[in-house]
């Protein structure tokens, strides 16, 4: 899929703010790999930093189907505060607990198209709109055209909104909170 490539090896390195304090997040799509469901899955690293000290680190795992369609099947994620884990909330495994896979990235998406991104009942719960198809956006990592830019939300946090940005063949290039926060973040950096 160009809007959600999942290369092994790949670094994607992003720098921004998150209420009001300099945030640095760096995305590894690393050639580990789980099966979930009989279905073998991608592990991808997302490790947030704030000052320098990791405050999230997370594996995600993701599955492309043959139509193109990229399949989310959950996550670990741990909250850290002071070098000490903190919390797991929100990590969840399709097929555990009546947790089931979602699509992170629909194969041909189109402007109006809603999808369910992950669903676990009371925990993992977003939802994603189709925004925009074909625009062009400007990004420390360089300017893209034939964007695509999707709104995302969840129905257990209805007040924060975040509009998120791929670029083909590159993936995500930015996101921002479009309510409820006050977050922007741009990829700077592409490796792999």
């Known amino acids: 899929n160009p809007y959600f490539p999942l290369k092994p090896g790949t670094t994607f390195i992003y720098e921004g703010t998150s ?4 945030q ?3 995305v590894i799509v690393t050639s580990e ?7 073998t899955c991608v592990v991808v690293r997302d490790r947030v930093s704030v000052k320098g000290e990791v ?5 995600d795992w993701f ?43 629909p194969a041909e998406p189109r402007a109006g198209d809603v999808y369910r991104q992950e669903y676990y009942a009371g925990e993992a719960e977003d939802m994603a709109e189709v925004l ?15 964007i695509l830019v999707t709104k995302e939300w969840s129905p ?10 791929y670029a083909p063949g590159v993936g ?11 977050e922007r973040l741009e990829l700077i950096e592409r490796e792999g």
């Open 33 to 39: 790999t789980k099966t979930i469901l009989g279905v």
């Open 63 to 105: 599955a492309q189907d043959k139509d193109g369609n990229v399949w989310y099947f959950g996550e670990a994620s741990a909250d850290y505060e002071d070098g000490e884990v903190v919390s797991t909330e929100g990590s969840w495994e399709a097929g555990v607990d009546g947790a089931k896979p979602g699509i992170i990235m």
């Open 156 to 165: 257990l946090e209805p007040d924060v909104i975040e509009h998120k940005t």
């Open 172 to 182: 995500l290039v930015a996101e921002v909170a479009a309510q409820g926060g006050d």
């Open 132 to 146: 925009e198809v074909g625009g062009s956006i400007a990004v420390p990592y360089g300017s893209f055209d034939e």
């Open 24 to 26: 640095r997040d760096e």
């Open 19 to 22: 209420d009001g304090e300099a």
């Open 55 to 59: 405050v999230e680190d997370t594996l």
